[in-house]
């Protein structure tokens, strides 16, 4: 093998090994975006249940609920309907 034809075959794995890293780092990427973002939506579910809880726990206080029912309707504890 000459000389000229190592030094290709060199140049070739070391671009083959530089894409190989690409697309195992892009995968990684890829996979942690889509992990973080159903996560995001998780909360977001979370926290908008919590907050609608909290808008009937404030009509239900408005129509004179007690504040005993109040929290067995919701699930709410009484600091947050306070």
């Given at each position: ?26 995968a990684a990427l890829d996979t942690a975006f889509a ?38 309707i919701t699930g709410l504890s009484q600091a947050d309907i306070d």
């Open positions: 093998m000459s000389r000229h034809s190592a030094h290709n075959l060199d140049k070739t794995r070391q671009r083959q090994m530089r894409l190989m890293n690409y697309w195992s780092n892009k992990e973080g973002k159903k996560e995001g939506i998780i909360e977001g579910i979370v926290l908008g249940e919590r907050q609608a809880k909290r808008e009937i726990a404030k009509q239900l206080k408005i129509q004179g609920f007690t504040l005993e029912l109040i929290t067995q």
